[in-house]
């Protein structure tokens, strides 16, 4: 079983976020970074297929500078065998671009099955996993929360408004994750020494132009400094009026 | 001329709730734009709704490989339309299914998807989306640098508007015989089929001051009261108290709801990323220091066990 997990590298979730003063992005400095939460359901899956499969090889796929290096180690941690990374010095994040550097390097490469997050949290996309999709010609479902592999195929189910989708894809195919798919596993000591000495190639990857560009950044406005109605069961009878006077959803 | 091309999504033949937040956007941008409106149903939907909205051009597609969902066969339909209509700019939810759909969409005719934005300006002919970022903790405008622009939108942040009735022109287009790479085999439709968290008014959201399953009693009764349904932070669904379709927050649903009642939540800010537009939220909780005070607009010190069944009560 051979499985590509691209994942991203993105600013811990409790990050604070500083808009720069020119309001064209955020200030990159005091980040601590972390993979993506639902990239690391991807690794999970990835790994579990393989550890069933009793052979194979989980790689690890990536996009930027090489400072995610760090990164792609945390992954290997958990147990991927080496990493790829296509190396671009500067570009807008645009999830097309993204797509097209991953799918060309993709196209190089040999795999059963490719998995991506469903989302990064950072610009909130879920893009990149369905255009690769698309771009490479493979069967694809976003979102799953369930996945069973057999004979070279994958039934998977994906949480949709009031219900579950059900589908049947043939391998090779590509997946996007979502939580409840499974638990993914602490790097163990071990995972972390090994990690160190598993290969990072990297490659180049030609940018195309964006075809989206970002004009202002900024905060979403503030909510009014909320009110303590007051304490216990005795708050009841005012908490009501309010919704019913003041907000008028009763 | 070039038209506004947009998606309304359908559930057995009828469309969704949220076609009307589309319709509305899209008929407002045509209005700004001077462009035409062109409304797309997949299947045999029932369209008779449309001329509240102010739509007076729809193309119902059917046939072909159609009548199941798979995202790769209705994106390349949809992009038969795209260049067929001339659109420069193609409208959906970004609900499960548009989320699905629009980077296929995106891919096939070479653009980004401007994805989930919370609202939609004019500039001097072109459309530009705001769109939140960073779990809610900014939000940037978004400009297309081409010729089409495709936008999703956040479920909720669009107000329908009914407007004055129009008729509608619905033109039937049977769909080409395409492959399917991935289709639905099955839709197992949840349990009770409750309205979506997304899609709810009212939303009764319990945390892990609920210690246990079986408490969300109290929160089910309130929100049956009230005609909503239950969320949970992610304490409680990785307890396994509720299942992860009720999580809100960063790793789980964004949630407008008119009415947000957060129940033992402390208000961790994954949490906030999920749920803090709503319109308004009242807190009960017994720490009078738990930051989910910060953003209600109401709240309640106290033991939620008493506080929940005497709101109950009372309403
Ligand atoms: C990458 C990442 C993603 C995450 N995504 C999400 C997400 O999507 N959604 C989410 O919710 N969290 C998410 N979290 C977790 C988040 O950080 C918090 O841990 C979680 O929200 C806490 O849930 P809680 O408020 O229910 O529990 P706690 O923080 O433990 O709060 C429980 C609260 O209940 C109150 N309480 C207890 N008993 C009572 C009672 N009898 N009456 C009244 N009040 C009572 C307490 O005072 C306390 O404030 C994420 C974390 C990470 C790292």
Not at chain 1, 161 to 185: F, I, S, W
């Amino acid at each position: 079983m051979k499985a590509i997990v691209c994942m991203k590298q993105v600013p811990d979730t409790e990050s604070r976020i500083t808009i720069n003063p020119e309001k064209t992005g955020v200030e990159q400095g005091d980040f601590s970074y972390i993979i993506g939460p639902y990239d690391e359901y991807a690794i999970e899956a990835a790994l579990q297929l393989k550890e069933a499969a009793g052979e194979g090889e989980v790689v690890l796929l990536s996009v930027g500078d090489p400072s995610i290096k760090s990164t792609l180690q945390k992954g290997m941690a958990m147990g991927a065998d080496r990493s790829v990374l296509i190396e671009v010095d500067s570009y807008n994040g645009d999830a097309l671009t993204t797509a097209r550097l991953l799918a060309a390097q993709l196209k190089t490469m040999e795999y059963d099955i490719i998995f991506f997050g469903k989302q990064a949290p950072d610009d909130n996309n879920a893009q990149v996993g369905p255009m690769v999709g698309q771009l490479l010609g493979l069967p694809t479902v976003t979102a799953i929360a369930a996945l069973e592999v057999q004979e070279g195929k994958a039934v998977v189910e994906r949480e949709v408004e009031g219900g579950r989708e059900v589908y049947e894809v043939t391998l090779p195919a590509l997946l996007t994750t979502e939580k409840g798919l499974n638990e993914p596993r602490y790097p163990s000591l071990k995972g972390i020494m090994q990690a160190k000495r598993k290969p990072v190639d990297l490659v180049s990857g030609e940018v195309a132009a964006a075809t989206t560009e970002q004009l202002t950044w900024s905060y979403p406005p503030s909510r009014a400094e909320g009110k303590i109605v007051g304490e216990g069961t005795a708050a009841v009878p005012e908490l009501v009026r309010l919704l019913k006077e003041e907000a008028k959803v009763l | 001329m070039s038209s506004i091309l947009i998606y309304l999504e359908s559930h057995d033949g009828k469309l969704k709730s949220n076609a009307a937040e589309v319709a509305t956007a899209g008929r407002k941008l045509a209005t700004a734009q001077q462009k035409e409106l062109v409304a797309v149903v997949i299947g045999e939907v029932a369209t008779d709704e449309l001329g509240n909205w102010g739509i007076s051009r729809a193309i119902r597609l059917s046939g072909g490989n159609l009548a199941d969902y798979s995202g790769d066969v209705w994106a390349a339909e949809l992009a038969q339309l795209v260049s067929d209509q001339q659109a420069d700019t193609v409208l959906m939810m970004a609900s499960s299914q548009g989320r699905d759909l629009s980077p296929r969409l995106g891919a096939l005719t070479g653009v980004t998807v401007i994805a989930d934005v919370i609202s939609l300006e004019n500039q001097d002919g072109t459309t530009v989306g705001l769109r939140p970022v960073f779990a809610n903790k900014a939000q940037v405008l978004v400009r297309p640098t081409g010729e089409l622009a495709i936008f999703t939108l956040r479920p909720k942040a669009f107000t329908p508007e009914v407007v004055e009735a129009v008729a509608t022109t619905v033109e039937s287009r049977s769909a080409a015989a395409l492959d399917a790479l991935a289709i639905v085999r099955e839709l197992a439709v949840a349990a009770g089929a409750k309205i979506d968290l997304t899609e709810a008014d009212v939303i009764v959201s319990g945390g892990r001051g609920m210690g246990g399953s079986e408490k969300y009693d109290i929160l089910e009764q309130l929100a049956e009261k009230l005609g909503g349904v239950v969320g949970a932070s992610r304490a409680a669904v990785d307890a396994g108290w509720r299942p992860h379709s009720d999580q809100v927050g960063q790793t789980g649903k964004t949630v407008a709801p008119t009415l947000y009642i957060a129940c033992g939540i402390s208000g961790a800010i994954q949490h906030l990323a999920g749920m803090s537009s709503s319109r308004f939220i009242v807190a009960i909780n017994k720490d009078p220091e738990a930051p989910i005070f910060k953003v209600a607009d109401y709240g309640i010190v106290g033991n939620l066990f008493e506080v929940v069944p005497a709101l109950n009560s009372a309403i």
